[in-house]
């Protein structure tokens, strides 16, 4: 069996990283992301500048600086709450006025904590789609009327398999990617016209990451629902890269509407530990 790709720890930049797509894949293009991901890591080095965008101005100046050194390309560090149309809209404005043009867009925002339906507010579970599902929509929306409705372009919607399996303590993240989904395959028919693909990448665990240590529930539960999973391990950051690379990429340019799962199959076999992950997000939510 092939071995997993190497990954990277924390927010750290790959050291070395061997081509498994021709360097120049992507080039010339640019590439704006609602956040500082590893994804974005793996398009750059195919030939992307890229723009990235947060509401922690600080937490992307960091990022910016870690991904020019390690691939040499252009990054522009933007401030931006996905959930605020106006605040979009400025931030695309002053990507286009950097670069010209914006050919690939990865949302990725999110939000999401461990909850009990019946415990969970009606304002926490209508910030979580407003983040995840109306701020996948604003991003999407304005980037089209500004710049892709004329010129054609990719648009990748980071979700996750959630929306695919019933899982407890989930259903306000759940929901909001399940929408996004759908969104994906509505905006695939309507823009296809117009030259413009829209896939998503639904990741499940994914070791190394704030959501497996936040959302993954206690180690020896975690441990024994991945061993029941097909490929017996959990993915890795650089597997989700190529996956993001993959979809935003010529290689792809007869997909559209279509949700990547990458998550070595756990989707199909992972249990739910109800007790497990309800003591894990009592304990969570008391520290």
């Given amino acids: 069996m092939a071995q997993p790709p190497p990954d990277v720890e924390g927010d750290d930049c790959l050291p070395a990283y061997r081509h498994l797509f021709c360097?120049?894949?992507?080039?010339?293009?640019?590439?704006?992301?609602?956040?500082?991901?590893?994804?974005?890591?793996?398009?750059?080095?195919?030939g992307c500048h890229t723009v990235i965008a947060s509401r922690s101005l600080p937490r992307v100046l960091t990022a910016a600086r870690k991904?020019?050194?390690?691939?040499?390309?252009?990054?522009?560090?933007?401030?931006?709450?996905?959930r605020v149309p106006p605040?979009?809209?400025?931030?695309?404005?002053q990507a286009l006025k950097e670069f010209g043009k914006i050919d690939i867009l990865i949302n990725c925002a999110a939000g999401n904590f461990l909850c009990p339906a019946g415990s969970l507010s009606f304002n926490a579970f209508k910030t979580v789609l407003d983040i995840d599902t109306s701020?996948?929509?604003?991003?999407?929306?304005?980037?089209?009327?500004?710049?892709?409705?004329?010129?054609?372009?990719?648009?990748?919607?980071?979700?996750?398999?959630?929306?695919?399996?019933?899982q407890v303590l989930q259903v306000h993240a759940g929901s909001a990617k399940a929408a996004v989904d759908a969104m994906t395959r509505h905006l695939a028919v309507e823009w296809g016209p117009q030259n413009i693909r829209?896939?998503?990448?639904?990741?499940?665990?994914?070791?190394g990451t704030e959501g497996?240590?936040?959302?993954?529930?206690?180690?020896?539960?975690?441990?024994?629902?991945?061993?029941?999973?097909?490929?017996?391990?959990?993915?890795?950051?650089?597997?989700?890269?190529?996956?993001?690379l993959y979809l935003a990429s010529p290689l792809a340019s007869c997909v559209t509407g279509a949700v990547l799962v990458a998550d070595g199959g756990a989707w199909l076999t992972f249990p739910n530990d109800v007790k497990g992950l309800a003591d894990f997000a009592s304990f969570s939510a008391k520290l």
Avoid at 67 to 82: E, H, K, Q, Y
Avoid at 198 to 207: E, K, Q, R, T
Avoid at 221 to 234: C, D, H, N
């Fill in 67 to 82: 991904l020019a050194a390690a691939t040499g390309r252009r990054c522009l560090p933007l401030s931006m709450d996905v």
């Fill in 198 to 207: 829209v896939n998503s990448l639904a990741p499940g665990p994914i070791s």
């Fill in 87 to 93: 605040a979009v809209t400025a931030a695309v404005d």
């Fill in 135 to 166: 701020g996948t929509f604003n991003v999407s929306r304005v980037l089209y009327e500004k710049f892709l409705r004329d010129h054609g372009g990719v648009i990748v919607n980071i979700t996750a398999t959630l929306g695919h399996r019933g």
């Fill in 212 to 244: 497996l240590r936040r959302l993954g529930g206690p180690q020896a539960s975690l441990s024994t629902r991945v061993a029941v999973s097909p490929l017996q391990r959990l993915g890795n950051k650089t597997e989700i890269a190529h996956c993001a």
């Fill in 23 to 46: 360097p120049d894949l992507l080039c010339p293009r640019e590439c704006p992301s609602p956040a500082p991901t590893s994804r974005l890591l793996l398009v750059r080095r195919h």
